[in-house]
Each structure stands twice: as structure tokens, then as C-alpha cells.
């Protein structure tokens, strides 16, 4: 089945889909993204996402070029002719295209924002394999922008970061700025002590998991305690678990951290456990 994209006001199929080569995603990384999954056929967190994505094209002074409900009208159309029953939605907006290339930004009057949006079909997205082995991560400098609170399209280090880890037979990268994790690549990093869940705290250093402020509220609704502080990859190493999170890949045990063994080496019990919760309540809320 030939996939069906949303390009501009469109849904096209995915090889007649086109955007403009001076596109200021493609020539500048001038966009921001958000990627909600899919389970059962339904979103997960549709308002979450949505909300920040409004935050981030604020931030940038970005246009919207429609409003959440019709949003949610194209997340969903997209689902239904795709047929996905688990995988995800992939958004994408830019500040469009003037038809050259100019460092200061085209007037928003004259010049659209781009809207591409399109299904990636995750068969056992929720029973994944990978979290039942747990990752294997590493740690690597933090080099990224100072603005990692906006979900932007610049992903040229996380994806080298992933490659790094890739490289040493990892599954991820842990970033470190000043001695302190600040997230994973792709999703916020967690350490558990006992029964106390550590997440960096939220500021621009890292960006404001949608994952990461549900599973924190479910894990106080559990009776766990939750510490939002930083933290050095030595304490991670010496705890008792850890796991990060991410709309992708929900909550994903970590099972080693350069070459350090966690606990027993296996997905510890209050990682699975969030897991559990957050795929039930997800479910649950899911549109
Ligand atoms: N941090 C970074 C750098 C990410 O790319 C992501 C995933 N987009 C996250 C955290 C997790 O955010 P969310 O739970 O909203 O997917």
C-alpha cells in the first residue's frame, strides 16, 4: 500500500509529495517537529504534543499554519488510510520558503510556513523486544545549541551521538554538559535509587518530554518519589536502575552505562513497572 502524506493542505501519496528546495527546514534547519505514537489506532497525548508545538513555533516566531483541531482532524485521517494500528505521526513545520536563500527571515506575510506531516507504520511498537533486553548506553559531550527546550529539526549530533553508540555495539548515547546528564538523544534520562526516580530538572538545557511529564505524574500517583535535580554518569552508574523516555519508545530501561553493568544487568522492576503504567493509562486517554 502506497503511503499517504499531508503536504500544505494535501493528502497526496508519498512519492508525488514535494517541497520547495529553498525551504527554509531543508536550507537552515528552520522548523520544529513532533512525533506522537500511535496505538490501537489511536494518538497518544494528542494535546501534549499540540501544546508544545504551539510553544516551540512561539518561541520562534513562527506562524501556525492551522489550528490544533484541524490538527488532530489530519493526525487522524492520516492514521485511518494508513491503517496504523501501532506506529507513529511524524510533524513537521518550517518558516516556509521565499524562493531564495537569505540568513533574516521572509516576511510571514508573504511567506507561508511549510506543514508536512506523515505515518510511520511500528508493528509491536508497545511489545518491543528492545525493552525487554534494556540499552546499552553511552556517554558522550553535550555539544549541542543552547535552545533544547524547542523541539527543532536540527538533529545532525543527536544522530551522530546514535551513530557514536552505534559504533562500540550501544544503543544510545547519554549527553553530558559540565560534568551532568542533561538527556539522551532522542528522550529525557532517568536513575532509580531505592524507590526514587532523578530526572534532570526542566530548563532550556533539555527539551520538556511529553513522556517525561506523564510518567512523572503516574510515578507520584504510584507512591514513588520523584527527585528533579542532575546527575553525574558515576551516580547513574552506582544506581539501582535507570530508563529514559520518549513518545517513541515510552519508557525504555537502560541496562549499562559505559561498559557498567546496572544492578543484575536486566531491565529493573520500577522501569518495567512505569512501562506497564504508562502503556495501560496511555491507552486509556488515548484519542
Ligand atoms: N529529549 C530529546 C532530545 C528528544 O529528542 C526527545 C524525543 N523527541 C525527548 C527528550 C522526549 O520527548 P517526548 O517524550 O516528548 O517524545
Redesign the pocket.
Known amino acids: 500500500m502506497t503511503r499517504t502524506v499531508y503536504v500544505n493542505g494535501a493528502y497526496v501519496p508519498e512519492n508525488e509529495a514535494t517541497v520547495s528546495i529553498f525551504d527554509r527546514g531543508f536550507l537552515m534547519a528552520d522548523g520544529v517537529y513532533e512525533?506522537t505514537s500511535v496505538l490501537g489506532g489511536k494518538l497518544i497525548d494528542f494535546a501534549g504534543h499540540a501544546i508544545r508545538l504551539e510553544r516551540s513555533l512561539s518561541e520562534l516566531d513562527m506562524a501556525q499554519p492551522c489550528d490544533m483541531d484541524e490538527l488532530l482532524k489530519i493526525h487522524r485521517e492520516l492514521v485511518r488510510v494508513n491503517e496504523i494500528d501501532e506506529g507513529l505521526v511524524y510533524l513537521q513545520i518550517t518558516r516556509g520558503s521565499d524562493g531564495d536563500r537569505d540568513f533574516l527571515f521572509p516576511d510571514p506575510e508573504t511567506t507561508k510556513p511549510t506543514i508536512v506531516l506523515f505515518t510511520q507504520d511500528k508493528p509491536g511498537l508497545a511489545d518491543s523486544p528492545a525493552a525487554k533486553k534494556g540499552a546499552k548506553i553511552i556517554s558522550i559531550e553535550d555539544i549541542r545549541w543552547g535552545r533544547?527546550d524547542i523541539?527543532t529539526v536540527q538533529l545532525l549530533y543527536?544522530s551522530m551521538g546514535k551513530m557514536m553508540a552505534k559504533k562500540v555495539g550501544c544503543d544510545d548515547a547519554w549527553l553530558v554538559e559540565d560534568g551532568m546528564v542533561t538527556?539522551?538523544?532522542?528522550?529525557?534520562a532517568y536513575i532509580v535509587k531505592g524507590n526514587t526516580i532523578i530526572t534532570r530538572q526542566l530548563s532550556n538545557d533539555?527539551?520538556h518530554?511529553?513522556?517525561?511529564a506523564a510518567v512523572l505524574r503516574m510515578a507520584k500517583e504510584a507512591q514513588m518519589q520523584v527527585e528533579e535535580r542532575s546527575f553525574t554518569i558515576v551516580e547513574a552508574q552506582e544506581a539501582d536502575e535507570a530508563f529514559t523516555?520518549?513518545?517513541?519508545a515510552f519508557v525504555m530501561p537502560v541496562v549499562e552505562i559505559d561498559g557498567v553493568a546496572l544492578g543484575d544487568g536486566k531491565p529493573g522492576n520500577i522501569a518495567k513497572r512505569l512501562r506497564e503504567i504508562y502503556l495501560e493509562e496511555s491507552l486509556k486517554a488515548a484519542v
Open positions: 512525533v533544547r523541539k543527536p538527556e539522551g538523544t532522542s528522550n529525557n533539555i527539551l518530554g511529553i513522556t517525561r523516555t520518549s513518545a517513541s
